[in-house]
């Protein structure tokens, strides 16, 4: 267990449904970050949320809409998804040091979706 | 733009067979360079961070390198629980932005 936790771990859904994918931290870091995996492409990151602000919005479209209402959790809210959505979605978190240099992400287990 | 590359995309070992993974980097201003382990269907597990030219890290039979253009991760005599995607990242600048490559899938027969 690395200390993010992410449920669902499945999710199939329609074209049409509205769904949400929640992420939890219990490390106490200060940032947060989604990511999108498909099969054979690099992890492509999707939005990052510093102190619960977002700070990079990967030029991802608006059918994903993610929500951080505090340092621990992390929402992905998912309407009108097309089918070349289906992925691993993957959540991370770490401690931003302004200090120090590159600050280690730690990863969730995932939520495996699938767009009909 | 910052870029990694992995290679080779897979690698079959036999038990015990030592080998090297290769990433090559062009990331501005590198802060950290990341090495994780993915199962299948599973999130990243991290292996190391190696943050200046010249530095090693090891752990069990892995062991991570870094010069300025590539980082390389070594196995030695590997095991059939050592099979797995390895991830290389980047960070560079002043974001928090991880630059990944695409990974290398090792699998080790007993």
């Known amino acids: 267990e690395t200390g993010v936790t992410q449920t669902p771990r499945h999710l199939v859904m329609g074209m049409t449904n509205k769904k949400s994918l929640k992420c939890e931290q219990h490390?106490?870091?200060?940032?947060m970050y989604w990511y999108k995996q498909s099969a054979k492409k690099p992890l492509e990151l999707m939005f990052v949320?510093?102190?619960?602000?977002?700070?990079e919005n990967n030029s991802v479209p608006s059918r994903f809409s993610p929500e951080c209402p505090n340092s621990s959790h992390l929402f992905l809210h998912l309407h009108t998804l097309q089918p070349e959505d289906s992925a691993l979605y993957l959540c991370?978190?770490?401690?931003?040091?302004?200090?120090?240099?590159?600050?280690?992400?730690?990863f969730g287990p995932g939520t495996r979706l699938t767009v009909l | 733009e910052d870029q990694v590359t992995q290679s080779p995309e897979a690698l079959r070992l036999q038990e015990g067979e030592s080998s090297s993974l290769n990433c090559s980097y062009t990331?501005?201003?590198?802060?950290?360079l990341f090495w994780y382990r993915q199962d299948p269907g599973k999130g990243p597990e991290f292996l190391f961070t190696?943050?200046?030219a010249g530095e090693e890290k090891e752990k069990e039979r892995l062991k991570a390198t870094l010069t300025k253009k590539e980082s390389f991760l070594h196995i030695t005599a590997p095991k059939p629980e050592d099979s797995a995607t390895y991830l290389c990242?980047?960070?560079?600048?002043?974001?928090?932005?991880?630059?990944f490559g695409k990974g290398t899938l090792l699998t080790v027969n007993p």
């Open positions: 991370a978190s770490s401690q931003e040091n302004y200090e120090e240099s590159g600050d280690t992400q730690y």
């Open positions: 490390l106490g870091h200060n940032a």
């Open positions: 949320y510093n102190f619960k602000e977002q700070t």
């Open positions: 990331v501005s201003g590198l802060r950290g």
């Open positions: 190696l943050y200046s």
């Open positions: 990242a980047g960070a560079g600048g002043s974001n928090y932005k991880l630059t």
